[in-house]
């Protein structure tokens, strides 16, 4: 696969909550960061995408690639969903938000992500105010202690 088809196949599986088969496509150093706190590990990422489809059975990330350079591929998301269940955020020392039945759609962001050795090495969502775990919680009405926004 190039890397057009790898990081195509994860956002496969993790649209379709597959997240065993999405895990053999990172890498063991993989490190997701943008819309979070702070940079998590695979095992972080993966269990918050797992909360996630969990918490929103309806979500969808709208995931587009935008094109490939070399080890890098360039796309966008723009999550939206409805919060039907327990929103676990207990691996992020966030606790568990009880469903609230509301919809979010947070804003498009643009994903860097890189790809070395047939392997996803890190994913880097550019910040912005309305898109990310922050993003969702605020459409929520989920209140945010400032430490965990910084």
């Known amino acids: 696969m190039n890397n057009r088809e ?12 597959e997240i065993d088969k999405a895990r053999t496509l990172l890498s063991d150093d993989f490190r997701f960061s943008g819309p979070v706190p702070q940079p998590i590990n695979a095992e ?18 709208n995931f587009n690639i935008q094109n ?14 409805t919060h039907r269940a327990d ?9 568990v938000i009880p469903a609230t039945n509301k919809a979010f759609r947070t804003d498009r962001e643009d994903t860097k992500i890189t790809v070395r050795g047939n392997k996803i090495i890190s994913w880097a969502a550019e910040p912005i105010e ?5 993003a969702i919680l605020k459409q929520l ?3 945010v202690p400032a430490m965990q926004q910084a």
């Not at 195509?8 to 649209?15: C, D, P, R, S, V």
């Not at 490939?68 to 939206?80: C, H, I, N, P, R």
């Not at 309305?130 to 922050?134: H, I, K, V, Y």
């Open 141 to 143: 009405g989920v209140e």
């Open 87 to 95: 929103f676990d955020l207990t691996n992020m020392e966030m606790g």
């Open 6 to 17: 790898i990081v195509h196949t994860l956002m496969n599986h993790i649209q379709k909550g």
């Open 68 to 81: 490939e350079k070399g080890d890098v591929v360039m796309a966008t998301t723009q999550l939206s969903g």
């Open 130 to 134: 309305g898109a990310g775990l922050m």
């Open 44 to 61: 972080e990422w993966l269990g918050m995408t797992a909360s996630l489809r969990t918490a929103f059975p309806d979500l969808n990330y």
